[in-house]
């Protein structure tokens, strides 16, 4: 079977265990091995154990404790086994053994029996790969479906440079020099007639990849398949591949005793219903014939697994599902746990128990302090006649002092979140423009009412960062708020960088900013609201959607005015730092508006470019100078505004694809390019519809993404050529790239002319340029 095996957490309840304990294996069998515990359908020697849950316990020169062993070659240690998640941790030596001659690795093919119970377990395993330009792929064998793949990419000369903790999702690599992957993949799998696929083999495929893919090829790629969180938290392991790796050729052996840890996911399969040759067909429901068979305990019920079946004792009983009176009633009321909790008098019951406030007491005995002593009526009656008047006086006072002091109260909150937020700071920032403070400052219960609450009904959707809800203030501007997510103090920097600039910003092709709310725990910003959703919707939305050749040069011409205003006509040059599809919003008549500035950064006037105190962008975007340097510059954008060229163009997600040779796709796009074969990415509809601009388009981004910073052209020139485009059909650019790729279409051969850097069109007018020129003071 080529499948992770689901873990059967969300079916299978732990529970605490009981005194005395039922057994947990077929009477006179084995149900231990040093201090791992072995439960049925597992065993230990002949007859103890299901079919395909054999292990052995070996003794090794009177060791102690002794090894329990899985596998047809007893390759496998076996520390733990659970029965709640179905699952089975255990220990194998080395990374993955991969041929020299074609970059290929066989995993687990000759520990576990094909035919088995066993299999990778989902979202328990990760694939964990050191080496150089080099991209790892796990597939299984049998249907070829990709569990997992990632890339390690370097930026020097030499193989090694030290591996770069990851500071984003927490795992230890960043893709610099090594990279890790969950395992994931489609857990129901069968073929057309519904039979289910159960031989279990896996491969693992190297493919290098760069300029200098010949020499990085001879260099190692060391690849290890383990637990997820075992190279993180294991500072021996990351020191051993780092040494070794260091010097350039680790022999296979530096690694072949490293003991690696892996879980996997079983099922039990009936002796007669041919799931192990792969003749069962898929069903939700466990037969009634495997039900009983495999469930033998009287009070367990069976869950159709997708290679076998799973059990699990019924609500209120305990122990070992598989076998005979294996499940127990447990005692609820000798424990409190999150299916149990009586803090009244527990008595417990065949199955379950009952939970009561004691004697002379009332109220609700699942809470703490819930049961309070029961008083005498009578008592309370003649006492409420004697001091009513004088007890209900002062139960009107303390109802009105306590709304004075919830309102005090609140009013207090909302001016420690106000100062918390840098409202002082934001006041200084915006004080410079007349009147600007009071109408970019937004009180909380505006926003309540625009949004009835934050009602879920009016919610746009979720981001990295936060929740956007549309709203209508007052004056009935409809709007969209965004709520923070994170309460971190890089969130409210990032949050006061974006007012700072967006205040200072009016061009009809960034995002409006109508003001802030800084009276809660979480800022909150309001814009124009967009009703038409980002660039990457467009784009990428399942089934696709139609968008015009004229449509997307037109996106593309206003995406590029809005980053040359940033760049060359506000007072201090604004960097956006993460220009990409998902940050283009567009409206009903598909007009591009740029929006998230938060990671923004200004340029002082007599600089060029800044240094970064931490690279932030988007991988697939991010121009490579900006994040192997942290020099930050005006053409950092004009690379990222490149790739959304190349995205328009090819309809395909830059930080997602990968070419059959592992190539992403600003890399196969020069390729093509450079083959005068574009045609093999470019979107079919760009092909039919786009003519001759294709070919200026696509020299044009080819020219954004160069290596070099300084050999990409300014966004003005990029503003100049796409409005040149647009405004006069026909115009021949005078770029290299595009006449190579003419003279290809013309010929049927690829060009000798020589390639230089981008030239501007001169489509325009001298008045037309004149005017162009003298909107850019710089």
């Known amino acids: 079977m080529p499948v992770v095996l689901a873990t059967a957490a969300t079916v299978l309840l732990a529970a605490a265990p009981v005194d005395p304990s039922p057994s947990i294996g077929l009477p006179g069998c084995r149900t231990s091995c040093g201090d791992v515990e072995v439960p049925y359908p597992f065993g230990i020697g002949a007859g103890c154990y299901h079919k395909g849950f054999n292990l052995t316990c070996h003794h090794s020169n009177g060791t102690s404790p002794p090894r329990l062993l899985l596998g047809v070659d007893s390759t496998l240690q076996v520390t733990e086994i659970s029965m709640a998640n179905a699952t089975v941790t255990v220990i194998h030596r080395g990374p993955v053994e991969i041929r020299a001659s074609d970059g290929h690795g066989a995993f687990l093919g000759s520990s576990l029996d094909t035919d088995g119970p066993f299999a990778l377990a989902a979202g328990r395993n990760e694939l964990v790969v050191a080496g150089c330009n080099v991209a790892a792929t796990l597939r299984d064998g049998t249907s070829n479906l990709t569990l997992g793949s990632c890339s390690a990419f370097c930026p020097g000369a030499d193989w090694y440079t030290g591996m770069m903790p990851s500071t984003g999702d927490g795992k230890y690599c960043s893709g610099l020099d090594c990279c890790q992957a969950p395992l994931t993949a489609d857990l129901r799998r069968t073929t057309a007639a519904g039979e289910i696929l159960s031989r279990v083999s896996y491969d693992v495929q190297l493919t290098w990849f760069g300029r200098n893919s010949t020499a990085d090829k001879v260099l190692p790629g060391i690849v290890f398949v383990a637990k997820e969180g075992w190279f993180d938290h294991n500072y021996d392991v990351r020191t051993d591949v780092q040494e070794a790796a260091g010097d350039g050729r680790p022999p296979p052996s530096a690694f072949a005793a490293m003991e690696v840890p892996l879980v996997l996911g079983w099922e039990v399969l009936r002796r007669d219903d041919g799931a192990a040759t792969g003749s069962r067909k898929w069903s939700d429901e466990c037969p009634v014939d495997a039900a009983t068979s495999i469930c033998r305990s009287k009070h367990s019920v069976c869950f159709a697994g997708y290679k076998g079946y799973l059990c699990a004792c019924d609500d209120g009983y305990d122990g070992t599902p598989y076998l005979s009176n294996g499940c127990q009633d447990m005692n609820e009321c000798n424990f409190q746990g999150e299916d149990t909790v009586c803090f009244g008098h527990c008595t417990n019951l065949n199955g379950s128990y009952e939970c009561r406030c004691p004697r002379g007491s009332h109220g609700d005995p699942y809470i703490p302090d819930g049961c309070v002593k029961s008083v005498n009526i009578g008592l309370i009656i003649g006492l409420s006649v004697a001091f009513g008047p004088g007890l209900l006086i002062m139960v009107v006072g303390a109802v009105l002092l306590r709304s004075h002091l919830r309102h005090r109260r609140k009013k207090l909150l909302k001016r420690k979140f106000f100062l918390q937020n840098h409202g002082q700071l934001l006041e200084q920032l915006v004080s410079h423009r007349s009147g600007i403070a009071e109408k970019m400052i937004i009180p909380l219960e505006e ?76 800022p909150l910003l309001v814009y124009e609201f967009i009703s038409n959703g980002t660039l990457s919707d467009h784009l990428h939305q399942k089934p696709p959607r139609s968008i015009p050749w004229e449509d997307r040069l037109r996106i593309a011409s206003e995406v590029g005015k809005a980053i040359s205003y940033l760049h060359s006509a506000v007072s201090f040059p604004i960097i956006h730092r993460d220009i990409k599809s998902p940050n283009i919003l567009l409206d009903d008549a598909l007009t591009a508006k740029v929006s998230d500035f938060g990671t923004s950064r200004y340029i002082p006037i007599d600089q060029t470019e800044i240094t970064a105190t931490a690279v932030q962008g988007t991988i697939g975007y991010l121009d490579p100078m900006y994040y192997y340097t942290g020099q930050l510059s005006e053409s950092s954008d004009v690379y990222s505004f490149g790739v959304l060229l190349v995205e328009l163009l090819t309809r395909k997600m830059p930080n997602m694809y990968r070419s059959s040779e592992g190539e992403g796709l600003v890399m196969k796009f020069g390729e093509l390019l450079g083959e005068g074969n574009l045609v093999e990415i470019l979107d079919p509809q760009v092909v039919e519809e786009g003519g001759t601009e294709v070919e200026d388009v696509a020299a044009l981004a080819a020219s954004c993404i160069k290596i070099r910073g300084e050999e990409r052209p300014t966004m003005r020139q990029v503003e100049i050529s796409l409005e040149g485009l647009r405004v006069t059909k026909g115009c021949v650019m005078y770029d290299s790239r595009a006449q190579q790729m003419e003279d290809y279409i013309a010929t049927g051969h690829p060009s000798t002319r020589s390639t230089s850097s981008l030239e501007v069109t001169r489509c325009y007018s001298q008045e037309k340029e004149f005017s162009l020129s003298a909107r850019y003071p710089r």
């Open 447 to 522: 926003l309540e009412k625009a949004t009835n609450n934050f009602d879920e009904k009016r919610k746009l959707g979720d981001g990295g960062h936060g929740t956007v809800y549309k709203g209508i203030l007052s004056d009935l501007h409809v709007v969209a708020i965004k709520k923070s997510k994170i309460m971190i103090q890089r969130e409210i920097d990032e949050f006061i960088n974006e007012v700072a600039i967006l205040s200072q910003i009016n061009h009809k092709n960034v995002v409006k900013l109508y003001g802030c709310c800084l009276e809660t725990e979480v």
